[in-house]
Protein backbone atom coordinates (compact mmCIF):
# COMPACT_ATOMS: atom_id res chain seq x y z
CA UNK A 1 0.00 0.00 0.00
CA UNK A 2 1.09 3.28 -0.97
CA UNK A 3 1.39 6.37 1.86
CA UNK A 4 3.48 9.19 2.91
CA UNK A 5 6.28 7.35 4.10
CA UNK A 6 6.50 4.69 1.37
CA UNK A 7 6.54 7.78 -1.16
CA UNK A 8 9.20 9.33 1.27
CA UNK A 9 11.37 6.46 0.94
CA UNK A 10 11.41 6.41 -2.82
CA UNK A 11 12.09 10.32 -2.81
CA UNK A 12 15.18 9.66 -0.39
CA UNK A 13 16.04 7.02 -2.94
CA UNK A 14 16.15 8.23 -6.02
CA UNK A 15 16.34 11.77 -5.87
CA UNK A 16 18.95 12.06 -3.29
CA UNK A 17 20.36 15.15 -2.32
CA UNK A 18 18.68 17.12 -5.09
CA UNK A 19 16.10 19.54 -4.00
CA UNK A 20 12.51 18.85 -4.86
CA UNK A 21 11.01 21.87 -6.57
CA UNK A 22 7.06 22.11 -7.74
CA UNK A 23 5.98 24.79 -9.31
CA UNK A 24 2.48 26.07 -9.99
CA UNK A 25 0.45 29.26 -10.85
CA UNK A 26 -2.07 28.56 -7.94
CA UNK A 27 -0.50 28.48 -4.36
CA UNK A 28 -1.56 25.64 -1.41
CA UNK A 29 -2.53 28.29 1.02
CA UNK A 30 -3.70 32.09 0.56
CA UNK A 31 -3.70 34.57 2.82
CA UNK A 32 -6.36 36.52 3.20
CA UNK A 33 -7.45 39.56 6.07
CA UNK A 34 -10.52 39.03 8.22
CA UNK A 35 -11.68 41.59 10.37
CA UNK A 36 -8.42 42.84 11.09
CA UNK A 37 -6.67 39.55 11.18
CA UNK A 38 -4.78 37.54 8.97
CA UNK A 39 -6.50 34.11 7.91
CA UNK A 40 -5.73 31.31 5.68
CA UNK A 41 -7.79 29.41 3.10
CA UNK A 42 -7.34 26.33 0.79
CA UNK A 43 -8.19 27.14 -2.45
CA UNK A 44 -10.63 25.07 -4.22
CA UNK A 45 -8.52 23.55 -6.61
CA UNK A 46 -7.77 19.92 -7.74
CA UNK A 47 -4.20 20.64 -8.52
CA UNK A 48 -3.76 21.79 -4.61
CA UNK A 49 -5.90 18.83 -3.56
CA UNK A 50 -3.77 16.56 -5.12
CA UNK A 51 -0.07 18.07 -4.66
CA UNK A 52 0.08 19.37 -0.85
CA UNK A 53 -0.54 16.03 0.37
CA UNK A 54 2.23 15.22 -1.62
CA UNK A 55 4.72 18.15 -0.30
CA UNK A 56 4.38 17.51 3.04
CA UNK A 57 5.46 13.87 2.72
CA UNK A 58 8.34 15.24 0.73
CA UNK A 59 9.19 18.69 2.39
CA UNK A 60 10.34 20.37 -0.86
CA UNK A 61 9.91 23.76 -1.98
CA UNK A 62 6.60 25.43 -4.13
CA UNK A 63 7.10 28.50 -6.04
CA UNK A 64 3.75 29.78 -7.03
CA UNK A 65 1.47 32.79 -7.34
CA UNK A 66 0.96 34.34 -4.37
CA UNK A 67 -2.75 35.49 -5.12
CA UNK A 68 -3.62 36.28 -1.54
CA UNK A 69 -4.32 40.15 0.06
CA UNK A 70 -1.99 39.34 2.88
CA UNK A 71 0.42 37.10 1.38
CA UNK A 72 3.06 39.73 1.28
CA UNK A 73 2.46 39.93 5.10
CA UNK A 74 3.22 36.79 5.98
CA UNK A 75 6.52 36.17 3.92
CA UNK A 76 10.31 36.39 5.03
CA UNK A 77 13.04 38.29 2.81
CA UNK A 78 13.04 35.57 0.25
CA UNK A 79 9.59 35.36 0.03
CA UNK A 80 8.99 32.01 1.27
CA UNK A 81 6.82 31.11 4.02
CA UNK A 82 6.55 27.51 5.93
CA UNK A 83 2.84 25.66 5.40
CA UNK A 84 0.68 24.09 6.58
CA UNK A 85 0.11 27.06 8.92
CA UNK A 86 -0.64 24.94 11.78
CA UNK A 87 2.05 21.93 11.18
CA UNK A 88 4.86 23.52 8.99
CA UNK A 89 6.54 21.08 6.54
CA UNK A 90 7.23 22.35 3.38
CA UNK A 91 8.21 26.19 1.93
CA UNK A 92 6.20 28.08 -0.57
CA UNK A 93 7.93 30.21 -2.08
CA UNK A 94 5.43 33.41 -3.65
CA UNK A 95 6.14 34.92 -6.96
CA UNK A 96 4.25 38.53 -7.41
CA UNK A 97 2.66 39.50 -10.62
CA UNK A 98 1.31 42.71 -11.77
CA UNK A 99 -2.80 43.32 -12.00
CA UNK A 100 -1.19 43.46 -15.69
CA UNK A 101 0.71 40.50 -15.99
CA UNK A 102 -2.44 38.39 -14.07
CA UNK A 103 -4.72 39.70 -16.30
CA UNK A 104 -2.80 38.87 -19.59
CA UNK A 105 -1.03 35.68 -18.38
CA UNK A 106 -4.25 34.29 -16.41
CA UNK A 107 -6.89 35.46 -17.07
CA UNK A 108 -6.09 36.08 -20.50
CA UNK A 109 -4.07 33.36 -22.20
CA UNK A 110 -4.19 30.65 -19.95
CA UNK A 111 -7.95 30.70 -19.11
CA UNK A 112 -9.34 32.26 -22.45
CA UNK A 113 -7.02 30.34 -24.66
CA UNK A 114 -5.50 27.51 -23.35
CA UNK A 115 -8.62 26.38 -20.92
CA UNK A 116 -11.34 26.49 -23.96
CA UNK A 117 -8.63 25.13 -26.35
CA UNK A 118 -7.88 21.81 -24.70
CA UNK A 119 -11.36 21.07 -22.96
CA UNK A 120 -13.37 21.32 -26.53
CA UNK A 121 -16.69 22.19 -24.71
CA UNK A 122 -17.41 25.03 -28.14
CA UNK A 123 -16.43 27.86 -26.58
CA UNK A 124 -13.97 29.51 -28.98
CA UNK A 125 -10.78 30.13 -27.24
CA UNK A 126 -9.33 33.68 -27.72
CA UNK A 127 -6.07 34.01 -28.90
CA UNK A 128 -4.50 37.62 -28.39
CA UNK A 129 -0.81 38.94 -29.06
CA UNK A 130 -1.06 40.94 -25.92
CA UNK A 131 -2.07 38.28 -23.63
CA UNK A 132 0.58 35.94 -25.27
CA UNK A 133 3.26 38.17 -24.87
CA UNK A 134 2.15 38.11 -20.81
CA UNK A 135 2.19 34.38 -20.60
CA UNK A 136 5.44 34.58 -22.21
CA UNK A 137 6.76 37.22 -19.48
CA UNK A 138 5.25 35.85 -16.21
CA UNK A 139 6.68 31.90 -17.59
CA UNK A 140 9.81 33.49 -17.45
CA UNK A 141 9.31 35.07 -14.23
CA UNK A 142 8.85 31.88 -12.58
CA UNK A 143 11.30 30.30 -14.50
CA UNK A 144 13.78 33.00 -12.92
CA UNK A 145 12.18 32.48 -9.70
CA UNK A 146 12.68 28.60 -9.28
CA UNK A 147 16.91 29.57 -10.78
CA UNK A 148 17.24 31.97 -8.14
CA UNK A 149 15.74 29.71 -5.37
CA UNK A 150 18.06 26.52 -6.58
CA UNK A 151 21.44 28.16 -7.35
CA UNK A 152 23.57 26.10 -8.68
CA UNK A 153 22.46 23.00 -6.67
CA UNK A 154 21.51 19.91 -8.69
CA UNK A 155 17.52 20.02 -8.87
CA UNK A 156 14.31 18.20 -9.82
CA UNK A 157 12.23 20.54 -10.86
CA UNK A 158 8.06 19.12 -11.06
CA UNK A 159 6.10 22.02 -13.16
CA UNK A 160 2.38 21.56 -13.25
CA UNK A 161 -0.33 22.52 -15.80
CA UNK A 162 -1.15 24.59 -18.74
CA UNK A 163 -0.51 28.18 -17.50
CA UNK A 164 3.18 27.19 -17.14
CA UNK A 165 3.99 25.38 -20.50
CA UNK A 166 7.26 27.42 -21.13
CA UNK A 167 8.51 27.25 -18.17
CA UNK A 168 10.73 23.82 -18.71
CA UNK A 169 12.45 25.19 -21.72
CA UNK A 170 13.18 28.58 -20.10
CA UNK A 171 14.66 26.44 -17.11
CA UNK A 172 16.63 23.87 -19.68
CA UNK A 173 17.60 26.78 -21.49
CA UNK A 174 20.10 28.25 -18.71
CA UNK A 175 20.47 24.86 -16.94
CA UNK A 176 20.99 21.60 -19.32
CA UNK A 177 21.73 19.62 -16.22
CA UNK A 178 18.74 19.85 -14.73
CA UNK A 179 16.17 17.04 -14.32
CA UNK A 180 12.79 18.66 -14.94
CA UNK A 181 9.16 17.31 -15.78
CA UNK A 182 5.71 18.39 -16.61
CA UNK A 183 2.27 17.25 -15.54
CA UNK A 184 -0.66 18.48 -17.71
CA UNK A 185 -4.00 18.61 -14.77
CA UNK A 186 -6.13 19.33 -17.82
CA UNK A 187 -7.23 17.02 -21.00
CA UNK A 188 -4.59 17.15 -24.38
CA UNK A 189 -6.76 17.87 -27.24
CA UNK A 190 -6.09 16.09 -31.01
CA UNK A 191 -4.05 18.04 -33.47
CA UNK A 192 -7.03 19.46 -35.38
CA UNK A 193 -7.85 21.54 -32.48
CA UNK A 194 -4.72 22.48 -31.15
CA UNK A 195 -3.44 23.23 -34.21
CA UNK A 196 -5.70 26.39 -34.04
CA UNK A 197 -3.28 28.04 -31.71
CA UNK A 198 -0.80 30.76 -32.97
CA UNK A 199 1.81 30.30 -30.75
CA UNK A 200 1.38 26.47 -31.00
CA UNK A 201 5.04 25.35 -31.87
CA UNK A 202 6.26 27.94 -29.26
CA UNK A 203 4.02 25.55 -26.65
CA UNK A 204 5.21 22.28 -28.11
CA UNK A 205 8.71 23.30 -27.44
CA UNK A 206 8.53 24.77 -24.23
CA UNK A 207 6.90 21.59 -23.08
CA UNK A 208 9.56 19.61 -24.71
CA UNK A 209 11.77 21.34 -22.59
CA UNK A 210 10.44 18.13 -19.99
CA UNK A 211 12.55 14.72 -19.38
CA UNK A 212 9.00 13.23 -18.47
CA UNK A 213 5.73 14.89 -19.52
CA UNK A 214 2.74 12.93 -18.03
CA UNK A 215 -1.27 13.76 -18.48
CA UNK A 216 -4.19 11.68 -16.92
CA UNK A 217 -4.76 8.98 -19.26
CA UNK A 218 -3.04 7.37 -21.87
CA UNK A 219 -5.51 8.80 -24.72
CA UNK A 220 -4.07 12.45 -24.07
CA UNK A 221 -0.40 11.06 -24.11
CA UNK A 222 -1.45 9.85 -27.56
CA UNK A 223 -3.04 13.06 -28.59
CA UNK A 224 -0.12 15.33 -27.60
CA UNK A 225 2.41 13.08 -29.42
CA UNK A 226 0.33 13.15 -32.47
CA UNK A 227 -0.14 16.92 -32.09
CA UNK A 228 4.20 16.89 -31.70
CA UNK A 229 4.08 14.74 -34.65
CA UNK A 230 2.11 17.15 -36.96
CA UNK A 231 3.82 20.01 -35.89
CA UNK A 232 7.20 19.63 -35.35
CA UNK A 233 10.44 18.23 -37.62
CA UNK A 234 11.17 15.89 -34.87
CA UNK A 235 10.94 11.54 -34.18
CA UNK A 236 8.21 10.27 -32.45
CA UNK A 237 8.16 7.12 -31.14
CA UNK A 238 5.15 5.70 -30.17
CA UNK A 239 6.37 2.29 -29.29
CA UNK A 240 8.32 4.09 -26.43
CA UNK A 241 5.49 7.00 -25.85
CA UNK A 242 8.93 9.19 -26.62
CA UNK A 243 10.01 12.34 -28.44
CA UNK A 244 12.92 12.44 -29.89
CA UNK A 245 14.60 16.09 -30.75
CA UNK A 246 17.24 18.28 -30.26
CA UNK A 247 20.04 15.71 -31.34
CA UNK A 248 18.66 12.97 -29.72
CA UNK A 249 17.88 13.89 -26.25
CA UNK A 250 14.42 12.30 -24.83
CA UNK A 251 10.95 13.50 -23.62
CA UNK A 252 8.55 10.93 -22.55
CA UNK A 253 5.05 10.96 -22.35
CA UNK A 254 3.44 9.02 -19.80
CA UNK A 255 0.00 8.40 -18.17
CA UNK A 256 -0.10 8.93 -14.38
CA UNK A 257 -3.79 9.29 -13.00
CA UNK A 258 -3.73 11.35 -10.44
CA UNK A 259 -5.94 10.41 -7.34
CA UNK A 260 -6.51 11.82 -3.41
CA UNK A 261 -5.58 10.90 -0.20
CA UNK A 262 -7.98 8.31 0.50
CA UNK A 263 -6.67 7.20 4.17
CA UNK A 264 -6.62 11.05 5.00
CA UNK A 265 -10.18 11.54 3.86
CA UNK A 266 -11.60 8.38 5.41
CA UNK A 267 -10.00 9.35 8.92
CA UNK A 268 -11.27 12.89 8.38
CA UNK A 269 -15.14 11.39 7.73
CA UNK A 270 -14.95 10.29 10.58
CA UNK A 271 -15.02 13.91 12.75
CA UNK A 272 -17.92 16.04 13.22
CA UNK A 273 -18.35 19.02 10.92
CA UNK A 274 -21.76 20.13 12.32
CA UNK A 275 -20.54 23.11 14.12
CA UNK A 276 -18.51 24.76 10.83
CA UNK A 277 -20.48 27.80 10.15
CA UNK A 278 -20.80 26.89 6.54
CA UNK A 279 -22.43 23.66 7.17
CA UNK A 280 -24.84 24.90 10.16
CA UNK A 281 -26.38 27.77 7.49
CA UNK A 282 -27.01 24.86 5.20
CA UNK A 283 -28.47 22.49 7.63
CA UNK A 284 -30.76 25.59 8.64
CA UNK A 285 -32.07 26.05 5.08
CA UNK A 286 -32.43 22.55 4.01
CA UNK A 287 -36.51 22.55 2.88
CA UNK A 288 -38.92 20.99 5.80
CA UNK A 289 -39.33 17.84 2.91
CA UNK A 290 -37.13 15.67 0.90
CA UNK A 291 -36.06 12.49 1.11
CA UNK A 292 -32.96 11.76 -1.36
CA UNK A 293 -30.28 14.21 -1.40
CA UNK A 294 -28.50 14.11 -4.52
CA UNK A 295 -24.70 16.56 -4.08
CA UNK A 296 -22.59 18.18 -6.69
CA UNK A 297 -19.26 20.32 -5.80
CA UNK A 298 -17.90 22.16 -8.27
CA UNK A 299 -15.95 25.07 -9.15
CA UNK A 300 -18.11 27.16 -11.44
CA UNK A 301 -16.88 26.53 -14.57
CA UNK A 302 -18.64 25.97 -18.47
CA UNK A 303 -16.62 22.42 -18.63
CA UNK A 304 -18.46 21.07 -15.09
CA UNK A 305 -21.94 20.66 -17.14
CA UNK A 306 -23.62 22.37 -14.76
CA UNK A 307 -26.58 23.71 -16.33
CA UNK A 308 -26.64 20.21 -17.58
CA UNK A 309 -27.11 18.69 -14.28
CA UNK A 310 -29.90 21.49 -13.67
CA UNK A 311 -31.69 20.65 -16.39
CA UNK A 312 -31.55 17.28 -15.86
CA UNK A 313 -33.64 17.82 -12.48
CA UNK A 314 -36.14 19.38 -14.44
CA UNK A 315 -36.20 16.14 -16.41
CA UNK A 316 -36.36 14.15 -13.39
CA UNK A 317 -39.28 15.55 -12.44
CA UNK A 318 -41.40 15.94 -15.26
CA UNK A 319 -40.74 12.35 -15.69
CA UNK A 320 -41.01 11.43 -12.23
CA UNK A 321 -43.73 13.39 -10.37
CA UNK A 322 -43.56 11.20 -7.57
CA UNK A 323 -40.11 12.86 -6.80
CA UNK A 324 -41.51 16.06 -5.85
CA UNK A 325 -41.20 16.52 -2.30
CA UNK A 326 -38.59 13.47 -2.51
CA UNK A 327 -35.57 14.87 -4.01
CA UNK A 328 -33.20 17.54 -3.44
CA UNK A 329 -29.93 18.75 -5.07
CA UNK A 330 -28.02 20.72 -3.39
CA UNK A 331 -25.29 22.52 -5.28
CA UNK A 332 -22.18 23.75 -3.63
CA UNK A 333 -19.63 26.09 -5.45
CA UNK A 334 -18.43 29.48 -5.78
CA UNK A 335 -17.76 31.67 -8.96
CA UNK A 336 -13.93 31.37 -9.84
CA UNK A 337 -12.00 33.31 -12.65
CA UNK A 338 -14.39 35.86 -12.36
CA UNK A 339 -12.92 38.93 -14.64
CA UNK A 340 -13.58 36.29 -17.95
CA UNK A 341 -17.62 37.20 -19.56
CA UNK A 342 -17.96 33.39 -20.15
CA UNK A 343 -17.63 32.71 -16.57
CA UNK A 344 -20.18 35.88 -16.11
CA UNK A 345 -22.54 34.37 -18.23
CA UNK A 346 -22.27 31.03 -16.87
CA UNK A 347 -23.30 32.25 -13.45
CA UNK A 348 -26.22 34.12 -14.82
CA UNK A 349 -27.53 30.92 -16.29
CA UNK A 350 -26.88 29.28 -13.24
CA UNK A 351 -28.95 31.74 -11.39
CA UNK A 352 -31.76 32.01 -13.94
CA UNK A 353 -32.22 28.08 -14.51
CA UNK A 354 -32.28 27.41 -10.84
CA UNK A 355 -34.82 30.37 -10.24
CA UNK A 356 -36.86 28.66 -12.93
CA UNK A 357 -37.23 25.11 -12.07
CA UNK A 358 -37.23 25.47 -8.24
CA UNK A 359 -40.50 28.38 -9.22
CA UNK A 360 -42.00 25.14 -10.94
CA UNK A 361 -41.92 22.48 -8.94
CA UNK A 362 -41.72 24.03 -5.79
CA UNK A 363 -44.18 23.30 -2.73
CA UNK A 364 -44.72 25.32 0.35
CA UNK A 365 -42.16 23.21 2.21
CA UNK A 366 -39.86 21.57 -0.25
CA UNK A 367 -37.77 22.93 -3.55
CA UNK A 368 -35.73 21.00 -5.51
CA UNK A 369 -32.37 22.42 -6.33
CA UNK A 370 -29.88 24.36 -3.20
CA UNK A 371 -27.64 26.42 -4.27
CA UNK A 372 -25.17 26.83 -2.05
CA UNK A 373 -22.73 29.83 -3.76
CA UNK A 374 -19.89 29.51 -1.30
CA UNK A 375 -16.47 28.09 -1.77
CA UNK A 376 -16.67 25.20 0.69
CA UNK A 377 -13.46 23.33 1.78
CA UNK A 378 -12.58 20.86 3.17
CA UNK A 379 -12.46 18.76 5.42
CA UNK A 380 -15.70 20.82 6.30
CA UNK A 381 -17.35 19.73 2.58
CA UNK A 382 -16.92 16.23 4.14
CA UNK A 383 -20.00 16.44 5.94
CA UNK A 384 -21.83 17.35 2.95
CA UNK A 385 -20.49 14.47 1.19
CA UNK A 386 -21.42 12.11 3.96
CA UNK A 387 -25.12 13.63 3.82
CA UNK A 388 -25.73 13.30 0.28
CA UNK A 389 -27.60 9.61 -1.08
CA UNK A 390 -25.76 10.66 -4.78
CA UNK A 391 -22.54 12.57 -5.91
CA UNK A 392 -23.01 14.00 -9.48
CA UNK A 393 -20.01 15.24 -11.58
CA UNK A 394 -21.82 15.65 -14.94
CA UNK A 395 -18.27 17.62 -16.36
CA UNK A 396 -18.93 18.32 -20.19
CA UNK A 397 -14.55 17.19 -20.32
CA UNK A 398 -12.31 16.75 -16.93
CA UNK A 399 -8.88 15.90 -17.36
CA UNK A 400 -9.46 13.26 -14.00
CA UNK A 401 -11.95 15.20 -11.37
CA UNK A 402 -11.32 15.21 -7.91
CA UNK A 403 -14.74 15.31 -6.41
CA UNK A 404 -15.35 11.91 -7.43
CA UNK A 405 -12.36 10.40 -5.57
CA UNK A 406 -12.97 12.45 -2.21
CA UNK A 407 -16.85 11.45 -2.16
CA UNK A 408 -15.54 7.53 -3.06
CA UNK A 409 -13.29 8.13 0.11
CA UNK A 410 -15.43 9.90 2.34
CA UNK A 411 -18.05 6.93 2.02
CA UNK A 412 -16.76 4.90 4.88
CA UNK A 413 -20.34 3.46 5.29
CA UNK A 414 -20.23 1.76 1.68
CA UNK A 415 -23.15 3.67 0.96
CA UNK A 416 -24.32 6.45 -1.65
CA UNK A 417 -24.30 6.67 -5.72
CA UNK A 418 -21.69 8.27 -7.92
CA UNK A 419 -23.49 9.31 -11.08
CA UNK A 420 -20.25 10.41 -13.32
CA UNK A 421 -19.71 11.88 -16.77
CA UNK A 422 -17.95 9.34 -19.22
CA UNK A 423 -15.27 12.32 -20.07
CA UNK A 424 -14.09 12.77 -16.92
CA UNK A 425 -10.18 10.78 -16.33
CA UNK A 426 -12.04 9.51 -13.88
CA UNK A 427 -14.95 7.40 -15.59
CA UNK A 428 -11.93 5.21 -16.75
CA UNK A 429 -11.22 3.87 -13.68
CA UNK A 430 -14.21 3.74 -11.72
CA UNK A 431 -16.50 2.48 -14.67
CA UNK A 432 -17.17 -0.33 -13.13
CA UNK A 433 -19.14 1.68 -10.12
CA UNK A 434 -20.18 4.51 -11.25
CA UNK A 435 -23.33 5.37 -13.21
CA UNK A 436 -21.71 6.69 -16.07
CA UNK A 437 -23.24 8.94 -18.19
CA UNK A 438 -23.11 11.41 -21.00
CA UNK A 439 -23.96 15.05 -19.65
CA UNK A 440 -25.00 16.21 -23.17
CA UNK A 441 -27.84 13.80 -23.23
CA UNK A 442 -29.98 15.18 -20.48
CA UNK A 443 -32.37 12.12 -20.70
CA UNK A 444 -29.59 9.86 -19.81
CA UNK A 445 -28.81 12.14 -17.11
CA UNK A 446 -32.14 12.54 -15.82
CA UNK A 447 -32.45 8.87 -15.90
CA UNK A 448 -29.32 8.43 -13.78
CA UNK A 449 -30.49 10.46 -11.24
CA UNK A 450 -33.71 8.10 -10.92
CA UNK A 451 -31.70 5.32 -10.62
CA UNK A 452 -29.08 6.37 -7.71
CA UNK A 453 -31.93 7.76 -5.51
CA UNK A 454 -33.88 4.42 -6.00
CA UNK A 455 -30.92 2.21 -5.92
CA UNK A 456 -31.01 -0.59 -2.95
CA UNK A 457 -28.13 -0.39 -0.28
CA UNK A 458 -27.40 -3.47 -1.61
CA UNK A 459 -26.39 -2.57 -4.99
CA UNK A 460 -24.65 0.59 -3.67
CA UNK A 461 -22.32 -0.96 -1.16
CA UNK A 462 -21.68 -3.79 -4.12
CA UNK A 463 -20.61 -0.52 -6.17
CA UNK A 464 -19.15 1.72 -4.01
CA UNK A 465 -16.44 -0.57 -2.31
CA UNK A 466 -15.32 -1.59 -5.70
CA UNK A 467 -14.97 1.93 -6.32
CA UNK A 468 -13.13 2.40 -2.92
CA UNK A 469 -11.28 -0.29 -3.21
CA UNK A 470 -9.81 1.27 -6.37
CA UNK A 471 -9.19 4.95 -4.74
CA UNK A 472 -7.43 3.09 -2.02
CA UNK A 473 -5.11 1.08 -3.83
CA UNK A 474 -4.70 4.09 -6.44
CA UNK A 475 -3.78 7.08 -4.76
CA UNK A 476 -2.15 10.05 -4.29
CA UNK A 477 1.13 8.33 -2.89
CA UNK A 478 1.08 5.99 -5.77
CA UNK A 479 0.49 8.69 -8.05
CA UNK A 480 3.97 10.27 -7.07
CA UNK A 481 5.62 7.45 -6.71
CA UNK A 482 4.90 6.38 -10.12
CA UNK A 483 6.12 9.92 -11.72
CA UNK A 484 8.98 9.89 -9.55
CA UNK A 485 10.10 6.76 -10.11
CA UNK A 486 9.78 7.15 -13.72
CA UNK A 487 11.91 10.13 -13.84
CA UNK A 488 14.42 8.08 -11.90
CA UNK A 489 15.09 6.17 -14.71
CA UNK A 490 16.39 9.01 -16.75
CA UNK A 491 20.16 9.28 -16.75
O1 LIG B 1 -6.99 21.10 -12.28
C1 LIG B 1 -7.08 22.07 -13.28
C2 LIG B 1 -6.98 23.44 -12.71
O2 LIG B 1 -6.97 24.41 -13.66
C3 LIG B 1 -5.74 23.69 -11.92
O3 LIG B 1 -4.67 24.08 -12.69
C4 LIG B 1 -6.19 24.78 -11.06
O4 LIG B 1 -5.46 24.90 -9.91
C5 LIG B 1 -7.64 24.42 -10.78
O5 LIG B 1 -8.08 23.76 -11.90
C6 LIG B 1 -8.49 25.58 -10.36
O6 LIG B 1 -8.39 26.64 -11.25
P1 LIG B 1 -7.77 28.03 -10.83
O7 LIG B 1 -6.43 27.77 -10.26
O8 LIG B 1 -7.73 28.79 -12.11
O9 LIG B 1 -8.71 28.60 -9.82
Not at 61 to 75: C, E, F, L, R, Y
Not at 275 to 285: I, Q, R, S
Amino acid sequence: MFNQQTLKQVVTEKIGDELLVVVSNREPYIHRFHEGKVVVDKPASGLVTAMDPMLRATEGIWVAHGAGKADKKVVDANDCVRVPPDNPKYTLKRVWLTKQEERGYYYGFSNEALWPLCHIVYARPQFDLHNWEMYRQVNQKFADAVLAEIGDKPAFIWVQDYQLALVAGMLKEKRPDLRVAQFWHIPWPNPEVFRICPWKKEILLGLLGNDLLGFHIKFHCDNFLNTVAQNLEVRVDYERSSIFHHSGVETRVRPFPISVDFDEIAEDAKKDYSDDETVEDVLHTLPEKYETIAIGVDRFDYTKGIPERLRAVDRLLEKHPEMIEKFLLIQVGALSRIHIPLYKKLNDEINALVEEINWKYATDSWAPIMLVRRNTVYPQILHFYRMADTCVVSSLHDGMNLVAKEFISSRNDDDGVLILSQFTGAGRELEGGALLVNPYNVEELADAFYEASTMSKKEQKRRMSAMRDIVKEHNIYKWGTDFISELANIS
